[in-house]
């Protein structure tokens, strides 16, 4: 595990958080987003209060945690659109687009679809761009709310002894976000036989499993990779592409959903254990719950032991 930084917030309101530009002040100062947020303001958590953090601190490495973010600059938009369609095709990007199934349910909103047209604007093709933030564990928006009381005073705080410490869950991440959005929205898509693109950063990239590639022209799946790059002489983070991985979806996504086992012998000696501590308490070994001749033998049968089926 990476040691634990003394400060956990990477940026905030887009700057790093020992920046003290007259850019970076309006930023905190108005509570901006520079990354093309469907408004000026930051809109994250809560619009009124929003938790301006862009990214947090794992080790010496810097992981992002809001999904526009990702938006700097729209590199993601160009580089999937170069896997999605030819490199004359004319296109534009629609963003939170509503995707159903066959009944008419939600499956979900795709971050951005990618629309190639004609000199008409008849759509030609499209593909979806999903954007995979990481989620937080601990508590980011009490650091972040202290940091932000001063920022000059705070731009090197310790936080590195509370409780909450927060720190990117990338299980989480990929368990009740990634492979959900994979098994949903990705299945209608594939279905579809329509290209998708996942953006992420590298840190989260790395505790996936190994993804079995795929040369770009037999892949339904592009994994962008990217990292945060630091300017010194800006003392800011850009967005820049570190590599792009191929795969297609059914490999990928048993890949991803499949937990890998461990030794059975683990598991037999955790029982053996929880038998033997049974057994030396004089507890019965017989199961906890009843069995149904239990009951009867008792005289304990009632309507809540029975459910018969119209």
């Given amino acids: 595990?990476?040691?634990?930084?003394?400060?956990?917030?990477?940026?905030?309101?887009?700057?790093?958080?020992?920046?003290f530009s007259p850019e970076a002040d309006r930023y905190r100062g108005h509570r901006l987003c520079p990354f093309g947020n469907k408004v000026p303001n930051c809109t994250?958590?809560?619009?009124?209060?929003p938790l301006g953090v862009c990214s947090v601190k794992?080790?010496?490495n810097f992981t992002i945690t809001c999904p526009i973010r990702f938006r700097q600059n729209w590199i993601i938009a160009d580089d999937a659109a170069a896997y999605f369609f030819?490199?004359?095709?004319?296109?534009?990007?629609?963003?939170?687009?509503r995707l159903n199934d066959t009944y008419g349910k939600s499956a979900g909103n795709i971050d951005v679809v990618l629309v190639s047209y004609d000199a008409s604007g008849r759509i030609l093709d499209f593909g979806a761009l999903?954007?995979?933030a990481v989620y937080i564990s601990g508590n980011i928006r009490q650091a972040f709310a202290h940091y932000m009381d001063d920022p000059h005073a705070h731009a090197d705080m310790d936080w590195s002894r509370q409780r909450s410490y927060p720190r990117p869950d990338f299980l989480s991440s990929s368990r009740k976000r990634l492979a959900p959005q994979l098994i949903y929205k990705?299945?209608?898509?594939n279905a579809w036989r329509k290209k998708t693109a996942v953006a992420l950063d590298s840190t989260f990239y790395h505790t996936l499993p190994n993804l079995p590639e795929v040369d770009p022209h037999e892949a339904d799946i592009a994994w962008m990779i990217y990292d945060l790059?630091?300017?010194?002489?800006?003392n800011r983070y850009q967005l820049v592409q570190k590599k792009i991985v191929y795969t297609q979806f059914g490999a990928a996504l048993d890949r991803i959903t499949r937990a890998v086992p461990g030794p059975i012998e683990d598991f037999i000696g955790d029982l053996q254990q929880k038998l033997d501590e049974k057994l030396?308490?004089?507890?019965?070994?017989?199961?906890?719950?009843?069995?149904l001749q239990d009951i009867i033998q008792n005289g304990k049968m009632t309507d809540d032991d029975v459910s018969v089926e119209d």
């Avoid at 030819?86 to 687009?97: C, F, G, K, N």
């Avoid at 030396?280 to 069995?291: E, Y």
Wanted: proline residues 11%; glycine residues 10%; hydrophobic residues 30%.
């Fill in 280 to 291: 030396d308490n004089g507890d019965s070994i017989s199961p906890d719950a009843p069995t």
């Fill in 186 to 189: 990705g299945g209608i898509l």
């Fill in 229 to 234: 790059q630091f300017l010194s002489t800006e």
């Fill in 58 to 60: 794992d080790g010496t």
């Fill in 86 to 97: 030819p490199s004359d095709a004319l296109w534009t990007s629609l963003t939170e687009i």
């Fill in 130 to 132: 999903e954007i995979q």
């Fill in 1 to 19: 595990m990476p040691s634990t930084p003394r400060h956990p917030l990477g940026e905030v309101f887009g700057f790093p958080t020992n920046n």
């Fill in 44 to 49: 994250k958590d809560k619009a009124e209060n």
